[in-house]
């Protein structure tokens, strides 16, 4: 663990990618260094089915002669000066590029956020096999479980160097800890399945397995005897799990790319009223032990807590350098990075809880959808229409009643931010958090 852990080795081999980039003759030059270690463990009706380990370490080069860039990469470095010359090579035959560069020195990072990021505990691969039948066999165990799609549990460490020719450089590791079931209930063509599932940095954090796999049979064999509904306009409820899939189809929206690129619903919406006035919406690199945090971006910038919505208003795209050259503003730190180029992303994501309570809101509704699964990625981008598969429960009189399935969600996303109401019951379970969310006079399209 000692090794995995030193990165002494990662940075000295950053840094001399960008020495090499400048004898190679770059103007200037950003080198990354990506650390993966993993192991994982698949259980099947209490029978060990995969064992799995992966260690690697992968660079990339980033080179700048003039306006014209390149970007190389590679799994080993025995001839960094090699690497670096192809990398010039290719840069000075490449088209001039007026937005790819370095991010200003003035906005580099001088100082990291501690955010307990590293969990220095590596599980064997029979504790995680003992996690992964534990929760297998809980889920089995409830009455009307019929299978198991079987048991994960998983364990990972990742991390990035990252050293430019201005004088940047920063280093960051965070561990992973992971468990997750999925259940089937009935038999025939009746049969149901549903999941559950539990992500952590530090293992002391993860769910009971007991309860993982508890929550997964009662979800599947919740769902049995689904009915159809028919075509109805009505309120539509998501359960956390849910709801965090409308706060993704946000962040597509407002990213700084499809900006740019003119290919968002929301490219003009900045400074406006999108949601409601009850609804505001974080994004937070600093989240203690959170599962996106990071101390810098990908181009060595310490961007600030945004609160990307605030009293329904819009307030920032997710920018890096780049995109917020193209669009004359500057980056916000929101740059992602593998080995390739920079692109902007988001970290850390909550639309916060709202005064509501989920029964209450529950109650609000006379009759009406309760989602928890949603299916395919029917969102256009650039219309903002929306359209996607669903299934859950349908509430009559503020009660949750028959199992529903085959049905399809559909609106335009402009309209249901608009009237997006959030409940209190936020659950910091995944990078992108969300509370209970409804919202009113949605087509409900069924038989």
């Known amino acids: 663990m000692r090794d995995v852990l030193d990165q002494s080795d990662l940075e000295n081999k950053a840094h001399r990618l960008v020495e090499a980039a400048k004898r190679a003759g770059a103007d200037r030059a950003d080198a990354v260094a990506v650390r993966g270690v993993s192991l994982s463990v698949g259980v099947r009706l209490g029978e060990v089915e995969d ?52 991010i200003e020195a003035e906005r580099l990072a001088t100082a990291f956020a501690e955010l307990d990021l590293l969990d220095p505990s590596v599980p ?36 990035m160097v990252l050293a430019t020719s201005h004088g940047f450089s920063g280093a960051w590791l965070r561990s992973g800890h992971s468990l997750s079931v999925s259940a089937v209930a009935g038999t025939g063509t009746g049969m149901q399945r549903d999941w559950e599932a539990s992500s952590k940095i530090h293992a002391e954090e993860l769910d ?64 406006t009223a999108v949601f409601s006035p009850g609804i505001t919406i974080v994004d937070d690199p600093y ?37 917020a050259r193209e669009l004359g503003t500057s980056t916000n730190g929101r740059a992602s990075r593998g080995t390739g180029s920079p692109s902007p992303g988001s970290t850390n994501v909550a639309l916060l809880p709202g005064a509501i309570s989920r029964d209450d809101m529950l109650k609000s509704v006379k009759s009406g959808l309760y989602v928890t699964d949603m299916i395919g990625s029917g969102v256009n981008g650039i219309t903002g229409d929306y359209s996607r598969g669903a299934s859950g429960f349908w509430i009559e009189n503020g009660e949750l009643t028959d199992a529903v399935s085959e049905i399809t969600v559909a609106g335009n996303l402009v ?20 509370p209970s969310l409804m919202i009113e006079g949605l087509t409900i399209a069924g038989r």
Request: charged residues 25%; glycine residues 12%; hydrophobic residues 45%.
């Open 51 to 102: 064992s799995e380990r992966s260690e690697g370490d992968d660079f990339g080069l980033r080179v700048f002669v003039g306006r014209r860039f390149a970007t190389v990469s590679a799994n080993t470095l025995s001839d960094p000066d090699a690497l670096a010359t192809r990398a010039v090579a290719m840069a000075r035959v490449a088209p001039e590029d007026p937005w790819a560069d370095l």
């Open 124 to 159: 064997t691969a029979g504790e995680l096999t003992a996690r992964a039948l534990a929760c297998e066999d809980a889920a089995r165990a409830v009455a009307g479980v019929t299978n198991s799609g079987g048991a994960h549990a998983s364990w990972s460490l990742g991390g």
């Open 208 to 271: 009971d397995p007991a309860w993982i796999g508890r929550r997964a049979g009662e979800r599947a064999v919740g769902r049995l005897n689904p009915r159809k509904v028919a075509t109805v306009t009505a309120p539509v409820i998501w359960e956390p799990r849910a709801a965090t899939g409308l706060v993704g189809h946000l962040l597509g929206a407002i990213n700084g790319a499809a900006i740019a690129r003119k290919t968002s619903f929301l490219k003009d919406r900045l400074g």
């Open 287 to 323: 989240r203690r032990r959170g599962l996106a945090s990071r101390p810098f971006d990908g181009e060595g910038v310490a961007g600030p807590v945004l609160k990307l919505v605030e009293g329904g208003v819009l307030n920032h795209w997710l920018l890096d350098g780049a995109t």
């Open 415 to 434: 309209e249901m931010y608009a009237r997006l109401v959030a409940a209190d019951d936020l659950e910091h379970r995944f990078a992108i958090a969300a």
